[in-house]
């Protein structure tokens, strides 16, 4: 299944991905993620993308595009993935189906989380994450056993430098100007199906299962 999560900062993207690699054994391909191991490993790209990042901007298409190309021809997403953060423009969905076209191959599934912005708010400010595993948390919704240690690996949980109030209100701004009108993009070929991605996380996980079988 090649699947997009899709949905503003703070929706859910991250946490739900977890649950769909293990249901349907198919790898996460965060943008996100692969942009933060860049800045902490400081290669040339993470040092481009820094600055960007800290302030919730968009990194330019043509690195993003690069990492994404690069990822989805691993081996392990042969038999499908789950983009999480990506596209974000029209011109990377263009450029993704350009990519997966080549590989005869398409998107199915744009499953796209609908959240309130003072509920993301809370959500972003609360959140926590593993530096080693990447595993996600919240400190009030999805707390971890022991107060800032991963349940997984035991490492001290860290906070994203993103998720400061300033840097999060520009990134809904962003989301709302470049990303949200990838709605319609995809609506219009039919693979978009909306869920409401507010109440329990195991509630929006049985949303989303219900939407990809039916
Ligand atoms: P990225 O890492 O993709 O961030 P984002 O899209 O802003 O999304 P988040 O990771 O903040 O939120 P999420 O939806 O994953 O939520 P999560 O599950 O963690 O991108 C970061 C930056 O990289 C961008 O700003 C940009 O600069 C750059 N970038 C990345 N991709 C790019 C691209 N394609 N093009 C250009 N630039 C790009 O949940 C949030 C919190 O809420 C957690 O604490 C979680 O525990 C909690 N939570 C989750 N679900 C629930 C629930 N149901 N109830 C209560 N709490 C919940
Ligand atoms: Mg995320």
């Known amino acids: ?20 690699v293990e249901t349907y054994r198919i790898p996460q391909v965060s943008t996100g993620d692969m942009l933060r191991a860049a800045v902490k490993a400081g290669t040339p790209l993470g040092l481009k993308a820094q600055e960007i990042m800290t302030q919730g901007g968009l990194v330019s298409d043509d690195i993003v595009l690069g990492i ?23 011109p990377q969905a263009d450029a993704l189906d350009a990519i997966l076209k080549q590989a005869g191959r398409s998107i199915d599934h744009v499953v796209s ?7 993301i708010v809370k959500r972003l400010s609360g959140r926590r994450s593993c530096p080693s595993c990447g595993k996600g948390y919240h400190v009030a919704f999805d707390a971890p056993l022991q107060a800032d240690v991963c349940d997984v690996c035991g490492s001290g949980l860290v906070q994203r430098a993103d998720d400061q109030e300033a840097t999060v209100r520009n ?18 070929k039919n693979v978009l199906c909306s869920i409401l991605g507010m109440g ?14 039916n």
């Open 1 to 20: 299944m090649n699947l997009i999560l899709f949905g503003p900062p703070g929706a859910g993207k991250g946490t739900q991905a977890q649950f769909l």
């Open 68 to 90: 994404v190309a690069e990822r989805l021809a691993q081996d392990d997403c042969r038999s499908g993935f789950i983009l999480d953060g990506f596209p974000r423009t029209i």
């Open 113 to 119: 989380l609908e959240v309130d912005n003072d509920e």
């Open 171 to 188: 990134r809904l701004l962003v989301y709302e100007q470049q990303t949200a009108p990838l709605k319609d993009y995809y609506k219009s």
């Open 200 to 213: 329990a996380i195991a509630e929006i996980q049985q949303r989303i299962i219900s939407a990809l079988v």
